[in-house]
């Protein structure tokens, strides 16, 4: 109750900033509920069935000519990327948590300037939506400096960055600087578009802290944290044994035919702060639309992410369980059944483990149906 009181506030708050006209001309309201039946099958371990939901409610408005603000909700627990919620539980009620609150500004004195702040949508640009190093409920918190401009056939976009991670009351601060330069080329056959990108991202105070959230360090490198007890030298938790600085470069390749729409992408990213297993590139193809009832998509991607190649806490949660030091395929696709109805299903088969030599067997099936309003 309370946190459809605090939506319902969220809503007129934002109406209330509404410089002219009636508030619902510069408010929107957009939600969207999806129901999930998931399989994992994990080596090891018993096969795992279970049904989970995502639903996110959100409120955007104009707050000026050149501001404009974001709120949403959503299901699922403080993991930064997974807006999940596992049915069951003897039928409990479940989590509904403040997913974005960011303002986003533009002026005429600036042109092509866009500033954002606040928790945000993923500002960085992905070949082709790829997860190589952001999972696509990633929503960081922060400061956005981007620039764009359009010249005939090509448009530049370049972005700059800050993004706290962890504030501590004692100790050095974990924070993320990062730099984008993305070039768009829409070739004179008007079918055919490509997209260079190149990124930087710094993150500082990493190596010696605890993995980021939940101490769990997904794939990573660690080196044990340890006292000595009186008698004993006693290990009391893990630290990241590396800093992440990554260097990323990817293209994205579209072709608009008569049938469908084709695209390729390619991302490789390298964390130049590690001396081996700093790797990891995925490659992929899309097929198709599901853009409007009776119409569909297809996919395959394959990767490969070594053990220190991305932070493993912000990596795909989906892909091996979520994380790092792993490998494989994934396939998924979907049609549109009705306006605003999509039926999707995923599917990976991935090895974990792969530096440990143990190449487990990690399965997952995601069988999905997504309604939007």
Request: proline share 2%; glycine share 10%; aromatic share 12%.
């Amino acid at each position: 109750m309370k946190n459809m009181l605090s939506v319902a506030v969220l809503v007129a708050a934002l109406a209330s900033t509404a410089s002219a006209g009636n508030w619902w001309e510069t408010v929107k309201v957009k939600g969207d509920l999806r129901y999930r039946h998931e399989m994992i099958d994990k080596e090891g371990s018993d096969v795992r069935n279970r049904q989970r939901i995502r639903a996110r409610l959100g409120v955007f408005g104009e707050v000026s000519q050149f501001t404009k603000v974001g709120l949403q909700m959503a299901t699922g627990s403080a993991d930064p990327v997974s807006t999940n919620q596992t049915l069951g539980d003897a039928f409990s009620t479940k989590d509904f948590r403040l997913d974005l609150a960011y303002f986003e500004t533009t002026h005429d004195k600036l042109p092509g300037f866009t500033l954002i702040g606040g928790k945000m949508h993923n500002p960085f640009f992905k070949p082709g939506s790829s997860e190589l190093i952001w999972d696509s409920d990633w929503n960081p918190e922060g400061g956005v400096l981007k620039y764009a401009k359009k010249m005939e056939q090509v448009k530049i976009e370049l972005l700059g960055s800050g993004f706290w991670i962890e504030e501590r009351s004692k100790g050095d601060d974990s924070y993320l600087l990062a730099a984008q330069g993305i070039l768009h080329f829409d070739l004179s056959d008007e079918r055919t578009s490509i997209a260079l990108t190149g990124a930087y991202y710094n993150y500082e105070n990493t190596q010696g802290m605890e993995p980021f959230f939940d101490g769990d360090d997904k794939g990573n490198s660690v080196v044990p944290d340890t006292i000595w007890n009186g008698t004993d030298v006693e290990e009391i938790n893990m630290l990241y044994a590396n800093d992440y600085d990554l260097i990323e470069a990817g293209i994205e390749i579209g072709y608009k035919t008569d049938l469908i729409p084709v695209k390729a992408m390619f991302d490789f990213v390298s964390n130049t702060q590690a001396d081996s297993l700093n790797t990891g590139w995925l490659v992929g193809l899309h097929l198709g639309k599901a853009s409007k009832p009776g119409k569909w998509e297809a996919r395959y991607i394959y990767r490969n992410v070594e053990k220190d190649a991305v932070v493993a806490t912000f990596a795909d949660s989906d892909f091996r369980g979520g994380g790092t030091d792993a490998k494989g395929h994934e396939f998924g696709g979907g049609i549109m059944l009705a306006n605003n109805t999509t039926f999707n299903v995923s599917y990976f088969i991935n090895q974990t483990e792969i530096a440990e030599g143990a190449d487990s067997d990690f399965n997952r099936l995601q069988v999905d149906l997504q309604l939007k309003f």
